[in-house]
């Protein structure tokens, strides 16, 4: 017996996964405590999840149509060559890009989740959480479209040449 999407990239699996888990158990919530706020979002969660799952799949598949193999259309599905366990026969992996530039280590994400967090719960403690909030917030946002735009001038062809 085989297992349904066992041919898949562990990416697609993941979100499948997450799709079933939080299906299964937004009908357990459901029937236990018949609580609509809870229950919608482990729906929209589940959504969420199969939708990418599908988005996924559908892309593997039109990717593996672009990319006819040397000996004629490969069987995605038992093709096992891939030491991850995902079989995907050569087709390029959505989250598998190791080719571009690594982004410097920064605190930016921190710093805008903190501002955000403390620009939406500050109201109920005062104004001063949201004063140091909003500071948070824009200091690591212009920190980060900084490193963006750095990062993504770094990657043009050209670059080095026009700096100087």
């Known amino acids: 017996m085989r297992l349904p999407f066992a041919g898949q990239p562990q990416e697609t699996r993941f979100f499948l996964l997450i799709c079933g888990w939080a299906g299964a158990l937004g009908i357990i919530y459901w029937f236990v405590s018949h609580e609509?706020?809870?229950?919608?979002?482990?729906?929209?969660?589940a959504l969420a999840s199969g939708a990418i799952s599908a988005?996924?799949?559908?892309?593997?598949?039109?990717?593996?149509?672009?990319?006819?193999?040397?000996?004629?259309?490969?069987?995605l599905a038992t093709d096992r060559t891939d030491a991850?366990?995902?079989?995907?026969?050569?087709?390029?992996?959505?989250?598998?890009?190791?080719?571009g530039r690594l982004p410097d280590p920064t605190l930016a994400p921190f710093a805008v989740g903190l501002g955000v967090a403390l620009v939406v719960l500050g109201p109920v403690?005062?104004?001063?959480?949201?004063?140091?909030?909003?500071?948070?917030?824009?200091?690591?946002?212009?920190?980060?479209?900084?490193?963006?735009?750095?990062?993504?001038?770094a990657q043009e062809p050209g670059h080095d040449e026009r700096r100087r």
């Open 125 to 153: 403690f005062g104004v001063a959480p949201v004063a140091v909030g909003a500071v948070s917030l824009l200091w690591g946002a212009s920190l980060w479209l900084r490193a963006a735009r750095d990062e993504l001038d």
């Open 84 to 99: 991850s366990g995902g079989g995907t026969a050569g087709v390029d992996r959505p989250f598998l890009d190791e080719s």
């Open 36 to 45: 609509v706020a809870g229950t919608a979002l482990l729906a929209g969660l």
């Open 55 to 75: 988005w996924l799949i559908r892309a593997r598949r039109l990717a593996a149509k672009r990319q006819p193999t040397p000996s004629g259309i490969a069987d």
